[in-house]
């Protein structure tokens, strides 16, 4: 295996940088390593040894670097709660003595590496005895014997590997739903070898074969076209007929009715035309109009389905809690949280209820959840909110509240999240239908009352023949194609949609609404100021502190000394981390401390100012602190200056209004900007805009932000790594494409002027059958002609309009 | 031309035969995951080196 070695020229001394055997990251050759393999850290190194061991290094041969970095090790008692036989219960699909059998989900499948060694895990656990990957829903079916390895086991094991499986109650109840394609799949099927076979049996009909052909063999055909037409009436017309009642009875009339009325009225008269041997039929025209019908709707609801969009709160809520009861923990799941519980909670794990603080001190990320960008100390005694993340060490807590009644659940209760989508929008065909209907009607009802009294003997037939040319077949096409192909686009370029019809949706924001932290300031991207005195050893023996630390404070910094060339990690001596203080350490006889002003002794100085976080250091004679500001995303500027203009912004944010002023300078004058919003008021905000008639998009990316991501018309969530979790929302967007939104807007509003030239297109068609049918002229083989190619035309068009939109926009 | 009848008869089973081979394959499910077969095929049976006793393999 070859390594990739780059030498850095521009530096004093020589770095020699290669990339991590196992993950790919960029690391120092030779610091940690084995054998000829360079790793990044010690996490990614004990994998490779756990592999190489058990002769499975051919994941590395399939893929380069395929390995996913450990981001932060498993604690010991992580995965405690799935030896909970309630647990187990709910996550089994199947469970005897000496088999088990679930699915899990694993985000981090991604290349056929994850594939191979997944489906290898024998190799490793013995007590494995089946695993299946579905690469396309990233699912681990995995079969063991739960006398040699349990549910528990098996999960670390995944875990320590990288491949941690996110268990939630909520996939727990999703996990039995059936798969709706299979059925879309099945009625195209059976609608293809339907159509397929009736053309067929219509060929001497459209050959025009007199002669030789016996009147007995073509009443067989005919007959025999009718029972081919029946699963398509019954089975794949359903759909139609049934969206059709439903909207009748809503009162109102969407795209379906005039579908539904051309599909009976084709079957009817052919039937009729057929069983009186008057002529041979339209089933032809019938089975090729449900054919393409359901591929289009195939093509709409084309979804990743990788991705969540529908997650509540306790996608989010740690499946298995630990309640301590008589001095003795158990395993319990979120549902069985009473009142005046005493909980356990380890580091990272989310506080699922709000309680009262019972150790005597605890840090908490609620960056999640209220959008503050650093996380909080509390003392004794202190109330914490559900939804916070602890960070550091174990505490206790004691449930004040339900877990419906929380803080951040109460957002659930809200209407917003009970209501549907439908009936709440009307997308552009079914606004077109309403009146595309009434006119279809009154022309067949014109053409009917003047044969009546010109010729009746063929009124029967130009009646029923308005209502067949005129299905909208062609216009029901145009806007699935179009979308589906436009949100493919949108999905290479890392924005993926949760369906289709939400590019329409985002055709027609008025008012874009931007949360803060997470949002347009970005989590790992901040810049670094050093203000006193510090020396090239003080700068390691900093670089060596931060690099032992977890704090976020420290993990900004340590990779701001990563990017500085000629600095060298060294070996910390002495090291000690006081929780939510600072850090002390020595290298190489130099010691210092480093963290909060009070730690370091610093008198008058704070440890915020004006949005930035100071991290103060004492290094044998030198003094001084680094500044940290939150960084804005790269490309916010040039994507505000490309929405000012064009719609209402708007900053909401649950921070505090430090940054008022920089934030300020970065959107245009009248910008509305609101803080320390909590998530009912973003909720309440958002529907605000919508009662003055504003089309909201809200862009979000934590919890705190579901509520208004709901309530607005298109809700998109940003974040860093497509893979993690998001809350529900419209559509997810990669934090890296943030500057293409505007790109990304003005796309979804070309695309809506494609469907409507799809639309006039297929009027003109329609134009052309009716003048056939009102006249009394249309023939069957010009129906037949006539229904596929108006539809492949207006397909055609469709797609390869976007295609060209997607090169010429520079998407 | 009865024999047309028969013929047609035959064709439109061995046709139902495919339809159905369709269906069983859309319930069992072999169109859930479009990707993964397409690497599975690839995968050697077994691989397995024994590194200890093979020192001089690595490059």
Same mark, same amino acid.
């Given at each position: 295996?070859?390594?990739?070695?780059?030498?850095?020229?521009?530096?004093?001394?020589?770095?020699?940088?290669?990339?991590?055997?196992?993950?790919?990251?960029?690391?120092?050759?030779?610091?940690?390593?084995?054998?000829?393999?360079?790793?990044?850290?010690?996490?990614?190194?004990?994998?490779?040894?756990?592999?190489?061991?058990?002769?499975?290094?051919?994941?590395?041969?399939?893929?380069?670097?395929?390995?996913?970095?450990?981001?932060?090790?498993?604690?010991?008692?992580?995965?405690?709660?799935?030896?909970?036989?309630? #647990?187990?219960?709910?996550?089994?699909?199947?469970?005897?003595?000496?088999?088990?059998?679930?699915?899990?989900?694993?985000?981090?499948?991604?290349?056929?590496?994850?594939?191979?060694?997944?489906?290898?895990?024998?190799?490793?656990?013995?007590?494995?005895?089946?695993?299946?990957?579905?690469?396309?829903?990233?699912?681990?079916?995995?079969?063991?014997?739960?006398?040699?390895?349990?549910?528990?086991? +098996?999960?670390?094991?995944?875990?320590?590997?990288?491949?941690?499986?996110?268990?939630?109650?909520?996939?727990?109840?999703?996990?039995?739903?059936?798969?709706?394609?299979?059925?879309?799949? !099945?009625?195209?099927?059976?609608?293809?070898?339907?159509?397929?076979?009736?053309? /067929?049996?219509?060929?001497?009909?459209?050959?025009?074969?007199?002669?030789?052909?016996?009147?007995?063999?073509?009443?067989?055909?005919?007959?025999?076209?009718?029972?081919?037409?029946?699963?398509?009436?019954?089975?794949?017309?359903?759909?139609?007929?049934?969206?059709?009642?439903?909207?009748?009875?809503?009162?109102?009339?969407?795209?379906?009715?005039?579908?539904?009325?051309?599909?009976?009225?084709?079957?009817?008269?052919?039937?009729?035309?057929?069983?009186?041997?008057?002529?041979?039929?339209?089933?032809?025209?019938?089975?090729?109009?449900?054919?393409?019908?359901?591929?289009?709707?195939?093509?709409?609801?084309?979804?990743?389905?990788?991705?969540?969009?529908?997650?509540?709160?306790?996608?989010?809520?740690?499946?298995?809690?630990?309640?301590?009861?008589?001095?003795?923990?158990?395993?319990?799941?979120?549902?069985?949280?009473?009142?005046?519980?005493?909980? /356990?909670?380890?580091?990272?794990?989310?506080?699922?209820?709000?309680?009262?603080?019972?150790?005597?001190?605890?840090?908490?990320?609620?960056?999640?959840?209220?959008?503050?960008?650093?996380?909080?100390?509390?003392?004794?005694?202190?109330?914490?909110?559900?939804?916070?993340?602890?960070?550091?060490?174990?505490?206790?807590?004691?449930?004040?509240?339900?877990?419906?009644?929380?803080?951040?659940?109460?957002?659930?209760?809200?209407?917003?999240?009970?209501?549907?989508?439908?009936?709440?929008?009307?997308?552009?065909?079914?606004?077109?239908?309403?009146?595309?209907?009434? !006119?279809?009607?009154?022309?067949?009802?014109?053409?009917?009352?003047?044969?009546?009294?010109?010729?009746?003997?063929?009124?029967?037939?130009?009646?029923?023949?308005?209502?067949?040319?005129?299905?909208?077949?062609?216009?029901?096409?145009?806007?699935?194609?179009?979308?589906?192909?436009?949100?493919?686009?949108?999905?290479?370029?890392?924005?993926?949609?949760?369906?289709?019809?939400?590019?329409?949706?985002?055709?027609?924001?008025?008012?874009?609404?931007?949360?803060?932290?997470?949002?347009?300031?970005?989590?790992?991207?901040?810049?670094?100021?050093?203000?006193?005195?510090?020396?090239?050893?003080?700068?390691?023996?900093?670089?060596?502190?931060?690099?032992?630390?977890?704090?976020?404070?420290?993990?900004?910094?340590?990779?701001?000394?990563?990017?500085?060339?000629?600095?060298?990690?060294?070996?910390?001596?002495?090291?000690?981390?006081?929780?939510?203080?600072?850090?002390?350490?020595?290298?190489?006889?130099?010691?210092?401390?480093?963290?909060?002003?009070?730690?370091?002794?610093?008198?008058?100085?704070? =440890?915020?100012?004006?949005?930035?976080?100071?991290?103060?250091?004492?290094?044998? =004679?030198?003094?001084?602190?680094?500044?940290?500001?939150?960084?804005?995303?790269?490309?916010?500027?040039?994507?505000?200056?490309?929405?000012?203009?064009?719609?209402?912004?708007?900053?909401?944010?649950?921070?505090?209004?430090?940054?008022?002023?920089?934030?300020?300078?970065?959107?245009?004058?009248?910008?509305?900007?609101?803080?320390?919003?909590?998530?009912?008021?973003?909720?309440?905000?958002?529907?605000?805009?919508?009662?003055?008639?504003?089309?909201?998009?809200?862009?979000?990316?934590?919890?705190?932000?579901?509520?208004?991501?709901?309530?607005?018309?298109?809700?998109?969530?940003?974040?860093?790594?497509?893979?993690?979790?998001?809350?529900?929302?419209?559509?997810?967007?990669?934090?890296?494409?943030?500057?293409?939104?505007?790109?990304?807007?003005?796309?979804?509003?070309?695309?809506?002027?494609?469907?409507?030239?799809?639309?006039? !297109?297929?009027? +003109?068609?329609?134009?052309?059958?009716?003048?056939?049918?009102?006249?009394?002229?249309?023939?069957?083989?010009?129906?037949?002609? /006539?229904?596929?190619?108006?539809?492949?035309?207006?397909?055609?068009?469709?797609?390869?309009? #976007?295609? +060209?939109?997607?090169?010429?926009?520079?998407? | 031309?009865?024999?047309?009848?028969?013929?047609?008869?035959?064709?439109?089973?061995?046709?139902?035969?495919?339809?159905?081979?369709?269906?069983?394959?859309?319930?069992?499910?072999?169109?859930?995951?479009?990707?993964?077969?397409?690497?599975?095929?690839?995968?050697?049976?077994?691989?397995?080196?024994?590194?200890?006793?093979?020192?001089?393999?690595?490059?």
């Amino acid at each position: 295996m070859e390594t990739l070695l780059v030498t850095d020229k521009t530096a004093a001394k020589p770095v020699e940088q290669e990339e991590c055997y196992h993950c790919g990251d960029p690391c120092t050759a030779g610091e940690i390593s084995l054998e000829d393999k360079s790793f990044c850290c010690d996490g990614c190194k004990l994998v490779y040894q756990i592999l190489d061991e058990n002769g499975l290094c051919n994941y590395y041969d399939l893929e380069d670097a395929p390995g996913i970095k450990l981001k932060s090790a498993p604690t010991d008692d992580q995965f405690s709660y799935l030896e909970s036989a309630d #647990i187990q219960k709910q996550l089994l699909d199947f469970q005897s003595e000496t088999f088990e059998k679930l699915t899990l989900y694993i985000p981090a499948i991604h290349c056929s590496s994850c594939i191979w060694l997944l489906e290898n895990l024998y190799q490793l656990q013995p007590g494995v005895k089946q695993s299946r990957v579905n690469f396309v829903k990233k699912q681990l079916t995995v079969g063991y014997d739960p006398t040699e390895i349990g549910l528990r086991q +098996l999960v670390e094991q995944l875990a320590s590997l990288g491949y941690e499986p996110h268990i939630s109650l909520h996939n727990g109840e999703e996990k039995k739903a059936y798969n709706p394609n299979r059925t879309l799949f !099945i009625k195209i099927g059976v609608a293809g070898f339907c159509f397929g076979n009736i053309m /067929l049996l219509s060929f001497p009909e459209y050959l025009g074969f007199d002669g030789p052909m016996d009147a007995e063999v073509r009443t067989f055909m005919s007959y025999l076209n009718v029972v081919f037409a029946l699963p398509v009436i019954f089975y794949c017309s359903t759909d139609y007929f049934l969206s059709a009642w439903s909207g009748l009875r809503k009162g109102f009339i969407n795209i379906d009715i005039p579908i539904s009325i051309g599909i009976l009225t084709l079957f009817l008269r052919s039937v009729y035309e057929i069983v009186s041997a008057t002529a041979p039929g339209y089933l032809d025209s019938l089975g090729g109009l449900l054919f393409f019908l359901l591929i289009g709707k195939w093509f709409q609801q084309k979804t990743y389905e990788g991705l969540s969009f529908e997650r509540d709160y306790k996608s989010y809520f740690p499946l298995g809690i630990t309640r301590i009861a008589n001095g003795v923990t158990e395993a319990i799941s979120l549902r069985q949280i009473e009142v005046g519980d005493t909980l /356990l909670i380890r580091n990272r794990e989310i506080i699922p209820s709000d309680s009262v603080l019972l150790s005597s001190r605890a840090s908490v990320d609620y960056s999640f959840v209220t959008g503050e960008s650093e996380p909080v100390e509390k003392a004794k005694g202190a109330y914490l909110y559900a939804g916070g993340r602890l960070v550091g060490e174990r505490i206790e807590v004691l449930v004040d509240k339900e877990v419906a009644q929380g803080y951040l659940t109460r957002l659930w209760n809200q209407d917003t999240f009970s209501k549907s989508d439908e009936g709440k929008w009307q997308s552009l065909v079914d606004q077109i239908a309403r009146y595309f209907t009434a !006119i279809i009607l009154a022309i067949a009802l014109a053409t009917a009352i003047y044969w009546w009294v010109v010729d009746p003997s063929i009124m029967f037939t130009s009646f029923t023949a308005v209502l067949i040319v005129a299905c909208p077949c062609a216009l029901a096409l145009a806007t699935p194609f179009t979308l589906g192909t436009a949100m493919s686009s949108f999905g290479s370029r890392r924005f993926f949609l949760k369906n289709a019809t939400i590019i329409e949706k985002l055709a027609g924001v008025t008012h874009i609404v931007f949360d803060k932290t997470g949002t347009i300031t970005e989590a790992g991207h901040s810049a670094v100021q050093q203000v006193g005195t510090l020396d090239q050893k003080g700068m390691e023996l900093v670089y060596a502190l931060v690099s032992q630390s977890t704090h976020p404070l420290s993990r900004k910094l340590f990779s701001h000394f990563t990017l500085q060339k000629g600095l060298a990690l060294q070996k910390i001596e002495e090291f000690e981390e006081i929780e939510g203080k600072g850090l002390q350490g020595k290298v190489d006889s130099t010691s210092g401390m480093i963290g909060s002003a009070s730690f370091t002794g610093w008198q008058d100085a704070t =440890d915020q100012l004006n949005g930035a976080s100071r991290v103060y250091y004492v290094i044998g =004679d030198q003094h001084g602190y680094f500044e940290i500001i939150n960084d804005f995303r790269e490309g916010l500027d040039e994507l505000i200056g490309m929405l000012k203009g064009n719609y209402g912004l708007s900053l909401i944010s649950g921070d505090h209004a430090a940054e008022e002023d920089r934030l300020k300078s970065k959107f245009p004058a009248g910008t509305t900007m609101q803080f320390e919003q909590s998530p009912q008021d973003k909720l309440a905000y958002v529907r605000s805009l919508q009662e003055r008639g504003a089309k909201v998009l809200m862009v979000g990316d934590g919890l705190n932000d579901a509520g208004a991501l709901k309530q607005s018309e298109v809700g998109i969530a940003l974040t860093e790594n497509i893979s993690s979790f998001s809350p529900a929302c419209d559509g997810i967007l990669e934090a890296a494409r943030f500057s293409h939104l505007a790109a990304f807007m003005d796309f979804a509003k070309s695309s809506k002027g494609i469907i409507i030239a799809s639309f006039v !297109i297929s009027f +003109l068609y329609n134009i052309v059958g009716l003048s056939l049918a009102v006249t009394g002229l249309l023939e069957p083989v010009y129906a037949a002609i /006539l229904m596929p190619v108006s539809s492949i035309t207006v397909v055609a068009f469709a797609t390869l309009s #976007i295609h +060209l939109l997607t090169r010429i926009k520079k998407l | 031309m009865l024999i047309i009848v028969g013929l047609i008869l035959i064709s439109v089973l061995v046709a139902g035969f495919f339809l159905g081979a369709f269906i069983w394959a859309t319930k069992t499910g072999q169109f859930e995951d479009t990707y993964g077969p397409s690497v599975r095929i690839l995968f050697d049976d077994e691989k397995k080196v024994d590194k200890k006793s093979s020192p001089a393999a690595q490059e």
